[in-house]
């Protein structure tokens, strides 16, 4: 048991790291301009033009690093930062976000595997931790509680590996398209990649940090008496 809170603070520990990593690496490239002095509107329009994409709207968001496509509305959602920020910091996140949007266009497989679990993932996130709660209180009389929340949590956690191929090649093909299309040169292009594989690492830790969860409540429900 010693163990597990060990692995549960050295996965706490890495994730604050990596966010203040990331945190600190858009604040640099924020200030980085952009080669043809496009904002992240600008290059999001570009990007699903070059794609042939017509039916997709950028908007404007509130917050930080709230950046996300919806396909359900096709939307490309940027912070305002990102949305009229003429930098590299933003043209990577805007790009990055219109890679989902291509991967929809496209069907990606795994992009198409995520949503098809969405529905099940937002109903297990509601209730999930009432249910593990509930389960390790009464693990010893009525185990099946327990084993009902493993299952939810173990959907979350397949989801969280499933979204790791979306992120990334969302990412690839933003940064070879900002690349070909002269948002980034020899000097910025390096930025844009050192920001987006930050981001990454996020999606990385976070699928890692569920499946040791997981394993922990297997571990409860295993070692009941």
């Not at 952009?34 to 917050?63: F, W």
């Not at 996300?68 to 939307?75: D, I, L, Q, S």
């Not at 989902?100 to 198409?112: D, N, P």
């Not at 390096?190 to 297997?218: N, Q």
């Amino acid at each position: 048991m010693i163990g597990s809170w060990i692995l549960f603070i050295g996965f706490a520990l890495v994730s604050w790291w990596i966010s203040n990593q990331l945190k600190r690496r858009f604040e640099e490239y924020s200030h980085i301009p952009t080669s043809n002095g496009m904002s992240g509107k600008e290059v999001a329009l570009k990007m699903l033009r070059d794609h042939n994409i017509y039916g997709v709207t950028v908007q404007s968001v509130e917050g930080q690093l709230t950046d996300h496509y919806n396909p359900e509305n096709k939307t490309v959602n940027l912070s305002q930062s990102v949305y009229y920020g003429s930098n590299v910091a933003a043209a990577a996140v805007a790009a990055h976000e219109c890679g989902h949007a291509v991967q929809h266009a496209t069907a990606y497989q795994w992009l198409g595997l995520r949503s098809s679990l969405v529905p099940a993932v937002s109903f297990s996130s509601k209730w999930i931790q009432w249910i593990l709660l509930a389960g390790i209180l009464m693990v010893n009389s009525f185990p099946q509680i327990l084993l009902a929340g493993i299952v939810l949590f173990a959907l979350t956690t397949l989801f969280s590996f499933i979204t790791l191929p979306v992120e990334l090649n969302a990412s690839h093909r933003a940064l070879v398209w900002i690349r070909n299309s002269g948002v980034t040169n020899s000097y910025t292009h390096d930025k844009a990649e050192d920001a987006l594989k930050w981001a990454g690492y996020t999606y990385v830790v976070a699928a890692l940090g569920s499946l040791a969860t997981l394993l922990y409540y297997i571990m409860i429900f295993l070692g009941r008496r």
